[in-house]
């Protein structure tokens, strides 16, 4: 057992009065030169928000004063949230007179001031910041006389940043910068800074997306130990690798992705074997090049995933490897790690093996050219590729197979349009498309859904320390507030205490194919936890999977790469005491940071996504869309247009009547002429006005 854990342990007792520090050193026999050492893990331990010195410089663990630690989410009207690290607690509403300096993003500890009755939230005070998360911030900068200020470009900063004159630096009005921040606020006082990067003016081309990559700390280059040891990795496998794999050369493997696809870490092959098919998945096997805590595995470790924003990839790994050896071209050997699986007329996978193996692809598939093919037996791009037809056919012939599988135990499948978002070479955005899934991008997931358990049943089983990605079952009062919601939809969920995914897979198919099914589907999906990766096992609750993890992209997802890691030396039998007592130190922390970047990576997806739609809304104000009723608030309701675009129509400008939301019967209603507006109406919209720095659409209702 570490310090850490004996100071938590002495702390916990029921006889504990908060000490100094020399104290506690004197409690734990610590003398001469390891005092130092033991006063460095105490000031970690409050760093960390474990333990916290009070007023007269006595220790305490933060849990026994029934203080909260956790990250401050803000608005820009100066009240923040705290949401807690402990997932049991609900978020605690802090008044901008509470947060005491505190910004978005800190994390922070808070002392309840009032316990929230009813509906109503706890109430809290930050009284002390652990850490701070913005030591930069990208905003856009105005001049005036003797100072200047900028205005941050993420609304949930509530202040602006003073710049005294000597840290303008060159900074002219309406120019997107960088400031960094050399004065925290205080009561009635603002932040100060120093502009430390000049982006470039607001309309030039490329700046609005740098802007984002900088506000959200995205990584641009690679560190050059990273890019050295990128560029030595040998671009050939050798003859000595080959003979120690299973070779698959001559297998009918090929991958399938999208046009602009770089980075193939998974293909497939299939066979038929009577009334069963042997399906081969088979990923790039990165964890032959990216070795444990390597400088590549540790920038890996830290960027968690790759970026992918419109107009640009951020990768997890340099173009060497992820563009280079591991990508899984067409007719190059590469090393893979591959899973085959013989699987019944049923969906069920009778057998199974995961081997280290080399393949040969033979072809590089489209998605929409095998769609094509299977769904309208148009084979243009498929000339001279017959055995690739006949394997595709009977991948069709299996994908059906398991996704009536998944069906059965009641598997959650969203069919939501995605949007695609088209910009020309100025970067401007000239036309948002609404993409299908079609049967190739189903084949495809069904094929690394069906390996991906699989893999995590495997391991589990053997019962050896593992990452799992798990989904866990709702909050009771989620469905409870969703019910109410479908209620208007003349749907209702059983059992709402111990619900089954089944349950919400019995609405999904209701309205497939209604006006409302992307509507409803949105509102059951924001129901349910978001998926995280864990190194304790739990079920993936959205899959109605028992076992479950994330095996099949290991060139953009750290986890992947990780878990490669671990069968290789399970299957090697190398997973020694000493490897698993590692394990079980290092995957709980992966676990958190992949978590961390994983929602990093979306928030900057989207808000990337947000600016431009709203800059293409932008150039269409005054147009008339038809749209759906998508969402009701107390400020008035939210238009999806056919296009995925979303837009809201503010009370205040719906001037025929004075509207307002009942929340119980779930519409809007007007007070004089008793006109109803419900989730799912149809209705006219103008386009009234559009707000580029909180990506934000107006509409107005037409008659």
Known sequence: MGIKSNIIDFMEEKLYKPMLKEELAIQFGIEGPEIREFYRILEEMENEGIIIQTKNGRYALVSKLNLIVGKLEGNQKGFAFLIPDDREREDIFIPAEATNGAMHGDRVIVQLTNTGISSKKDEGEVIRILSRANNTLVGTYEDSKNFGFVIPDDSRIAYDIFIPKEHINGAKTNQKVVVEITRWPEKRRNPEGKIVEILGNIGEKGVDILSLIKQFKLPEDFPDKVKKEARKIEKTISQEEIERRVDLRRLNTFTIDGPDAKDFDDAVSIEKIGDNYR?????????????????????????????????????????ELSNGICSLKPNEDRLTLSVFMDIDNKGNVIRHEIVESVINSKARLIYDDVSDLLENNDDTAFKGMEEIVRDLKIMEELCHILKEKRDRRGSIDFDFP???????????????????????????????????????????????????????EPDEEKIEALNKILSNFGYLIKGSQEIHPKELQKITKEIKGKKEEVLINTIILRSLKKARYSSSHDIHFGLAAKYYAHFTSPIRRYPDLQIHRIIKKFNKGQLTPKEIAKLNNILPKVAEQTSATERMAEEAEREVDDLKITEYMTERIGNVYEGMVSSLTPYGMYVQLENTVEGLVHFENMIDDYYIFDEEKYYIIGEVTKKIYRLGDIVKVRVLDTDLINRTIDFMLEP
């Not at 096997?285 to 951020?314: M, Q």
């Open 418 to 472: 995605e949007a695609r978002i088209i910009l020309d070479e100025n970067g401007k955005p000239i036309e948002i498309v609404k993409e299908e899934r079609r049967i190739a991008n189903r084949m495809i997931e069904e094929f690394m859904l069906v390996c991906n358990e699989t893999v995590a049943e495997e391991m589990y089983w053997a019962e050896v320390p593992f990452l799992y990605r798990i989904h866990e």
């Open 279 to 319: 399906l081969g998945v088979h990923i790039a096997d990165v964890s032959h090049y990216v070795k444990e805590n390597s400088a590549l595995d540790k920038e890996a470790l830290r960027r968690g995933n790759s970026i992918y924003l419109i107009d640009r990839v951020i990768p997890m790994l340099p173009e």
